[in-house]
């Protein structure tokens, strides 16, 4: 017999543009300030490049530009939220995500996330709008975006780590505030 499933999730809400993205906590590596990326010839434009984080080349991705969504404000500092790839290929274990200011922890159960979706198709990328409290939120389809950028770069391509093991820019703490 299975377990049952927890009534509450820890989840982290990651600035992205005017939204957030919901992902569980688990997902985040690493929050690290943004580097110049590594240019991929003919790549999509949501499709940044690539930048270099504790030995690995790492895609990364503005989350904006692939759902069209408005990129936010201009002013706020910059960094890069290093996903934990879900897809279990040992060619992408990572995936980096552009983000605007801190993602932010909150713990959550189905009562606190309500869909806002109209029936409309979702953008590649976007398994859900949710509104989660007073935050429009979408939950990004990471299966979709592994096998899109496994598509795009390579297993090859992908698995070749950087000459350096060392971490790019400085580790971000989260915001424990809900």
């Known amino acids: 017999m299975s377990d049952?499933?927890?009534?509450?999730?820890?989840?982290?809400?990651?600035?992205?543009?005017?939204?957030r993205l919901l992902l569980p906590n688990a997902t985040i590596a690493e929050v690290v300030t943004q580097s110049r990326p590594e240019p991929v010839d003919n790549a999509p434009?949501?499709?940044?490049?690539?930048?270099?984080?504790r030995g690995w080349r790492v895609p990364l991705v503005s989350f904006t530009k692939l759902a069209g969504t408005e990129e936010g404000?201009?002013?706020?500092?910059?960094?890069?939220?290093?996903l934990k790839a879900l897809g279990g290929n040992p060619a992408l274990p990572f995936i980096a995500v552009l983000t605007q200011g801190f993602p932010r922890l909150t713990t959550l159960n189905a009562e606190l996330i309500i869909p806002t979706h109209d029936g409309s198709a979702l953008p590649p990328g976007v398994r859900a709008h949710v509104l989660?409290?007073?935050?429009?939120?979408?939950?990004?389809?990471?299966?979709?975006?592994?096998?899109?950028l496994l598509r795009l770069l390579g297993e090859t391509d992908l698995a070749t780590s950087a000459e350096s093991d060392e971490p790019v820019g400085i580790s971000e703490s989260f915001d424990a505030g809900d």
Do not use: K, Q, Y
């Not at 499933?5 to 939204?19: K, M, S």
């Not at 434009?45 to 984080?53: A, D, F, K, P, V």
């Open 45 to 53: 434009e949501w499709l940044l490049g690539r930048i270099t984080w």
């Open 132 to 148: 989660v409290r007073d935050d429009v939120a979408m939950i990004p389809d990471l299966e979709w975006l592994e096998a899109e």
């Open 73 to 82: 404000d201009a002013e706020l500092s910059v960094r890069v939220a290093v």
């Open 4 to 19: 049952p499933l927890p009534r509450e999730i820890r989840c982290v809400l990651v600035p992205v543009g005017n939204l």
